[in-house]
């Protein structure tokens, strides 16, 4: 058991990497296969990160395809696609003939199109060739994208006995069972059965007699944010794809389900943040750029726009009590800005949650009171901030006021871009970040001192 | 299969609410329950949601507790919350017999102290008495907060005819199950075998000749998004909870996992949002008020401490060019807000991903590097609306540069403020959102300000 006992620890250090690196520039390599085949294929896939490309590539060459087929899909996609590159055709069809359909379909996917070609004639079983081919047909971003071929089937007219003989067979090309589908003899879903079910059964029983007719399942152009939202809903760990005709794809699993919805929140998190594409921390510095320039230079066009609006107020500079309205442009900014992100950011976790009930006049009003209370509130500490400075309580007063209808305005803005965005067809989450601030920004200014000019009289 | 063919597309319509609704009012059960047994549960939880209290309570009452404690489960917290306060101890008792341990510790959890005490002494069945009671005692973060005492476990010196025998009855308590855990006499864990492989083997064969010894586990006390990491790297739908002692205690299944790795990344949203606390689009005006006004506050105290900086450069506001500069405000707090979230972002979810590698130095390089591009491609676009509006050269050229250093400085405390706070066991996403806006804005105003009094030497 010791080496168990640092699993869930696994942590890469210095000396590993270094020992590594060693061991490979020394062409060691039974010492080599020896330490690395100790690793999981994912630590495995972490030490390989931390080399350099070519002494990555020569891991992987030196491995077997068996287990560097599950070190290649645990790497970064760039890492990944860096290493293809120094394979050739043939080596690459050797790591995908041991990978499940899905997974194959994945790798396949990014290479270079007519690289393609050339990998998947060379798959030598043909059954896995055809599987990957019909998978990379499907859209990306549909239930079709993320099926597997693999899993275990059985035919209604089957005998438990002829069942659990199929079965073995089958069984040994999948990697999780989860639960055995029932089809009829025109290859349609009708049912299911769970190992449990057929571990209790007689073993004189007809698949007929004992099958559950009640199962879930997702039609093939289904997309993959709906098939989390099922498979969450009803707690399922894995669920079958079918066609229009109800015939039998695929199956999509829970894990690959886990990656859609860790990408989905970390997307809407991006957005909130002005960032597009999925970027990380140790991409590259032109990735980055694109990633965040474009939301700068929008934030940039805002403040650019503020300028004209307070331009457009310069006579408020010439009278020595008015003029500090230009001290508060930051604080309305801000304020505007937090209570769009605020308002924004829980309709969009509502409509990615379906929890956005209620009348859309329901929500105005709620929206209104809430930030009725929240500014009423907000505006008695700036009166008082302003007694404290002795501020005229008329000049305090007009901007508690003016801020208040700033709030409001800000989070009705905020609730219902959203919205709209979201009944256009557009991702909802692109409104919580840059592009709700600035635009709250420029409207909250100009609202701002153009309140405060009627009340002040000027 | 009628029924299924609705299942993925199960939606709630006004007739539906309104027929249950009918049938609840006229009291006429059998109708009701014939027709609200058609539903999965997680449906009658969407359907119950609708419901008033009383009506949700009925419907409770109503239905066989087999099928109501698993619509209590999927219920929110607070509607849950209300329709328990109208059952008896007793009442809640019999629907926590119907539970997994985990399940039914999570619901008794939520209840008042003296209340849980009534409700466990109602129990009959004194082993998942005593297993909720152990559960209730774990930390709720922990991974025996999390995990279910419901698991198959055989042990190595049985046979495989023996362990099918054994297994037949665990199994009937266990909603699921992933992989047969392999303990030794002293209860000790120490390997695994699947149903797979217990399906293929053969019926005379050892379990000690046949299971698996790398088994992957964690430690009761383990932090659960720890718990969640590795299963996800290590792509399990399942794994063994262990004491100190290596005894086997529970398991944690993924679906439980999906739970947590959703709601961190909601959580690290919300924070990035500026609001604390799990708050949804319908709850309370009160809880979005505790949730949302604290940042609010934040907010306005940031923009009163950049009111008494800009009152210090009141004195600019004299010279007819140079009091353009008060134009500026709140463009150079959206850029010092925008860039410190962005670069703050990146920072938090590499943090969270564990993707953050490489040395501060390299880390302190690369942002300002960026932050360097970044700035001169908006400084250009800066000096080109200057040209346009026939703005001084001379003055457009401070704004450019004296923005690049706002940007260098807010993109670096954006990327520090998370690691060290990170480094001192704070949640780093709470540094994603108003926090760094509002300090990125007085930093930046006043830099801003300073900068441009020096170039244009006032």
Not at 56 to 84: F, H, M, N, P, Q
Request: hydrophobic share 45%; with cysteine; charged share 30%.
């Amino acid at each position: 058991m010791e080496e168990n006992k640092d699993n869930i620890q696994f942590q890469i250090s210095d000396e590993l990497i270094e020992k590594v690196e060693h061991l490979i520039d020394s062409k060691s390599d039974f010492e080599t296969l020896e330490l690395l085949t100790e690793f999981h294929h994912a630590d495995i896939a972490e030490i390989l990160e931390e080399l350099n490309l070519d002494q990555a590539t020569y891991v992987i060459k030196l491995l077997d395809s068996e287990l560097t087929s599950e070190v290649l899909i645990e790497l970064d996609d760039d890492d990944r696609e860096k290493i293809l590159k120094n394979l050739s055709a043939k080596e690459i069809a050797e790591e995908i003939e041991e990978l499940d359909s899905d997974d194959a379909a994945d790798i396949i996917g990014e290479l270079p199109e007519e690289r393609q070609e050339r990998v998947i004639s060379q798959i030598e079983d043909e059954e896995h060739k055809a599987d990957i081919q019909e998978l990379l047909a499907y859209d990306e971003d549909s239930a079709g994208g993320l099926m597997a071929k693999e899993l275990v089937k059985v035919n209604e007219n089957w005998t438990v006995i002829r069942c659990v003989r199929e079965m073995r067979e089958q069984a040994a090309e999948v990697t999780r069972v989860h639960s055995i589908y029932v089809v009829d003899d025109d290859d349609k879903l009708i049912g299911r059965l769970s190992l449990k079910d057929l571990l209790v059964a007689k073993t004189s029983s007809n698949i007929k007699e004992i099958y559950i007719p009640k199962v879930d399942y997702v039609n093939v152009n289904e997309d993959v944010e709906e098939v989390a939202k099922v498979m969450q809903k009803y707690n399922l760990e894995a669920i079958p794809v079918v066609d229009n005709e109800q015939t039998l794809l695929g199956r999509i699993t829970i894990d690959d389900i886990v990656d859609v919805i860790k990408e989905e929140a970390e997307k809407d998190y991006q957005l909130a943040a002005g960032i597009t594409q999925e970027v990380e921390a140790d991409d590259s510095i032109l990735d980055h750029i694109k990633a965040r320039l474009p939301w700068l230079v929008l934030g940039l066009f805002g403040g650019l726009a503020s300028v004209f609006i307070l331009e457009d107020f310069e006579t408020l500079m010439t009278d020595p009590n008015v003029k500090k309205l230009f001290f508060f442009t930051p604080l309305i900014a801000a304020m505007a800005g937090n209570v769009g992100v605020q308002s924004s950011a829980i309709i969009v976790q509502g409509l990615a949650n379906d929890v956005v009930k209620g009348s859309l006049l329901n929500r105005l009003l709620k929206e209104i009171g809430l930030s009725l209370i929240n500014g009423i509130a907000l505006g008695i500490l700036v009166i008082f901030f302003g007694m404290f400075l002795n501020y005229d309580i008329n000049f305090s007063l007009t901007i508690a006021i003016s801020m208040l209808c700033v709030i409001i305005v800000a989070a009705l803005i905020g609730t219902f871009v959203p919205i709209i965005l979201d009944k256009k067809g557009i991702d909802p989450a692109i409104a919580t970040g840059p592009f709700i601030t600035t635009s709250n920004d420029i409207f909250g200014i100009f609202l701002f001192f153009y309140l405060a000019k009627l009340i002040l009289g000027f």
